[in-house]
């Protein structure tokens, strides 16, 4: 997207500046916030790790309607981060991890694929500002259709028959360079294995509000049951799109396969305490109160 001065001629054509056009809106539409942008999507949990904790990876999306028939992508990351591009075939990718970003990350993804929609094969979309009436993910998604997220080792996913051009051989180089060793485990749902140099941990995507969360994990913590697995701990959370998302340390070298009856066990000791309700004991309380105190800064 070109950079516009905000006393220049807006790109829409106009005839305005762009500060009392569409860079109006814009500045109305990045204060805009969505507490939960995925939410009522297919795997919401999912989409947030794809966004924010998950370095390769690609899920296949069914269009709703008139366009049904189109063949459409969801990657973490596109060349040079592309919000979204049409391979020569038509096929769509559309990117999750890019530089940009309004309050709604939903709406700002339907926006880029509208506009790949509309584009020729062969074109690198990078729509313009975003209109008051662009389409959500949730307006263009069938959301009858699952989520089937593939984790890559690599950027090589980019890559067609025809050789690469200099400027998307280069990116991906950079971005190979910077991927996180992955795993989504299969026993749980948006549970993520990464392995950070030396250090291996969990990152895991949870389904619940977080005020009953956090009385859940400090039911846990007290009782011991807060692990997945000996020498495993709880480092904290984060916030991610309107969900919280719990880190754990895993005994160095323990590969994801390994993780995989830990962590199904823990999602049935969480649900139960999560689902008991009521007050939590003056331990629990001090428990709580660390656990929402530690934020996770991830590296």
């Known amino acids: 997207m070109p950079v516009v001065g905000m006393r220049e001629p807006c790109p829409c054509g106009s005839g305005k500046r762009y500060k009392a056009c569409h860079g109006k809106r ?48 969801v990657a973490t990351l596109l060349p040079m981060a592309l919000p979204a591009l049409v391979r020569d075939g038509g096929q769509i990718m559309l990117g999750l991890q890019t530089p940009t970003s309004t309050g709604d990350p939903s709406a700002d993804l339907g926006h880029a694929l509208a506009t790949a929609l509309a584009a020729e094969p062969g074109t690198a979309v990078a729509p313009g500002p975003r209109p008051d009436d662009a389409p959500r993910l949730q307006d263009l998604l069938d959301l009858s259709a699952p989520l089937d997220v593939q984790v890559h080792e690599n950027f090589d996913f980019w890559l067609e028959d025809a050789e690469p051009s200099p400027d998307v051989r280069a990116s991906m180089e950079r971005a190979n360079a910077a991927v996180l060793p992955t795993a ?55 916030r991610a799109h309107g969900r919280l998302v719990p880190v754990w340390d895993l005994v160095d070298g323990t590969p994801a396969e390994q993780v995989e009856d830990p962590a199904a066990e823990l999602a049935e000791r969480l649900a139960a305490a999560v689902a008991k309700g009521g007050l939590l004991s003056a331990d629990e309380r001090r428990a709580r109160s660390g656990l929402a105190n530690r934020q996770v800064t991830l590296r």
Do not use: N
Not at 33 to 62: C, K, M, N, Q
């Open 184 to 238: 989504r485990l299969v026993s749980v749902e948006a549970a993520y294995w990464c392995r950070l140099g030396d250090r291996d941990q969990v990152r895991w995507v949870m389904p619940y509000d977080e005020e009953p969360l956090l009385d859940g994990l400090a039911r846990l913590h007290v009782s011991g049951a807060d692990g997945l697995g000996a020498g495993t701990r709880l480092l904290g959370t984060f």
């Open 26 to 73: 814009a500045k109305t539409r990045s204060a805009e916030y969505v507490r939960r942008p995925f939410e009522g999507l297919p795997g919401e949990t999912d989409w947030i790790a794809l966004r924010e904790i998950v370095s390769a990876a690609t899920a296949a999306l069914r269009l709703a309607g008139a366009h049904d028939d189109r063949q459409v992508v």
